[in-house]
């Protein structure tokens, strides 16, 4: 990737070709001028980051060219270039929208890293403009489905998050969705035409973690027959997402620390680094913090990792999405094996809703897929369908309860239930037969006898 594009603007030749070669050598792309309006006219059709200009030339100056920029081009950058008696010139044009100026004869390392300030801080405000955009879109993004106000609030991080390059730290529990927001970062991103690669770190065994994650050489171990990539290097240009990092072993943590400051990994068997352009997505269970506490896991690799982190609401802390979710799951299965549609009703809806979800969308997932398949119902007919009682039904019920209450507070004894509810013992034993809770004597004889 380019440092930067830079119009430079002199009409001395000699100097300008000096300049234009070093900025080439160090990594800029530069785009050569000997007149201002020359410059301004291209200005107009193409975006550098960063124009650097002479102050004094014939005809239009460098000052004229500064304060065109700032009135139809305030987002380009300018960096003044002064002999030494323009500095109070310079300071003047800083105030108008100049972003340096550097002083005749400059030198070469301090160009580069006024340069390097005013192209970041350029790219910088484009980012945050097209992020302000994607928030206030407001749009749906990698199949994050819901309408509460915890599913929008994550939609907008991801969306905030998304083309920033740098790692994230999602933390959500089991079935919340964690793969499903690191392939949505990957998918807005600017690294979305490269691979997006999942490692499940407590699947993978230990053995073989080194050689899977870094990749090995010819012949570094038995059974090595050829040389192979590892995960972050066929990640390249994309998205690597490490999925339960909590579970990774303490040793391993410390390699994948290395790669992530280094930016280059050492494959099993060979003795030089290999750069890697990757993003890293990790996820975990919890915050880490108990993980951290108890040693289990390195803290500088935590703060590396979770320089930007995203949480994933558990389903009971988004009720209002159950319906939401258990629809859109039950009309996919159903296109998936070819299925008609079924109805989802909103007493199927309220029964869901009360439920724990441990776990979590996974779990609500397999349901919905079970319902579309005719193989399981959420709520049963009698559920969804409750019948109504009459008035006398209702009191009989009501009579059961209490008789029953007293009769078990009573250790069994009937004249003493009778006598707890103010009624004769005959009415009592009739109203025991009537009822058919007459079995109760026999229950509580059996469970003295046992």
């Known amino acids: 990737m380019s440092r930067g594009r830079v119009f430079l603007v002199d009409d001395d030749r000699d100097l300008l070709k000096a300049a234009a070669d070093w900025l080439t050598i160090s990594g800029f792309s530069v785009d050569t001028f000997h007149r201002p309006e020359e410059a301004f006219q291209l200005l107009a059709r193409q975006e550098p980051d960063v124009v650097v200009t002479d102050v004094r030339m014939p005809g239009i100056d460098g000052m004229t060219l500064l304060n065109s920029i700032v009135r139809q081009r305030s987002d380009v950058p300018v960096v003044l270039i002064t002999a030494h008696g ?9 105030k108008q929208g100049a972003e340096d100026f550097l002083e005749k004869p400059y030198d070469a390392e301090r160009l580069l890293s006024v340069l390097d300030k005013a192209v970041e801080k350029r790219r910088l405000k484009e980012e945050i403009g097209r992020l302000q955009g ?31 390059d740098i790692d994230v730290l999602i933390v959500g529990e089991t079935g919340t969705g964690k793969e499903l927001v690191a392939r949505a970062l990957h998918q807005q991103s600017r690294r979305s035409v490269g691979p997006f690669v999942a490692i499940n770190c407590a699947a993978l065994p230990e053995s073989i ?5 870094f990749g090995h050489a010819k012949g570094a171990f038995t059974g090595a027959i050829t040389e192979r990539e590892g995960k972050f290097e066929h990640a390249g240009g994309g998205t690597l997402f490490l999925d339960e990092i909590e579970s990774m072993p303490s040793g391993l943590q410390a390699k994948i620390l290395r790669v992530l400051q280094e930016r280059a990994v050492e494959r099993l068997g060979e003795n030089r680094l290999r750069p890697v352009d990757v993003r890293v ?8 913090s108990a993980d ?18 995203v949480y994933i609401p558990a389903l009971r802390e ?3 999405d159950i319906g939401l979710l258990f629809v ?8 998936r094996y070819g299925r008609a549609e079924r109805s989802v009703s909103t007493e199927i809806t309220s029964v869901l809703q009360q439920r724990d979800w441990r776990g979590n969308v996974r779990e609500l997932k397999a349901l919905a897929e079970r319902f579309a398949l005719g193989l399981d119902e959420p709520v049963s007919s009698a559920e969804a369908n409750p019948p109504v009682l009459s008035l006398p039904q209702r009191m009989a019920a009501y009579e059961v309860r ?8 009573s250790a069994g004894n009937a004249a003493r239930a009778a006598s707890r509810l103010g009624i004769p013992l005959r009415t009592f034993n009739e109203k025991m037969s009537r009822l058919g809770i007459s079995g109760l004597r026999k229950r509580r004889l059996d469970n003295l006898e046992h």
Do not use: P, W
Request: proline residues 0%; negative net charge; aromatic residues 6%.
């Open 281 to 288: 997505v990790a996820a975990a269970k919890s915050d880490l």
């Open 134 to 164: 994607l928030v206030g879109e407001r749009r749906e993004i990698g199949g994050i489905v819901g309408d509460s106000a915890a599913i929008r609030a994550l939609r907008e991080r991801v969306a905030m998050l998304a083309d920033v």
């Open 402 to 409: 209490l008789i029953s209450e007293a009769f078990n507070l």
């Open 318 to 320: 988004r009720r209002d």
């Open 292 to 309: 951290i506490a108890e040693g289990r896991f390195r803290e500088d690799l935590f703060y590396r990792l979770a320089t930007a982190d």
């Open 86 to 94: 323009d500095v109070s010139l310079a300071v003047q044009a800083m």
């Open 209 to 213: 973690f080194e050689s899977e994650i």
């Open 328 to 335: 859109h799951f039950v009309n996919l299965a159903a296109r």
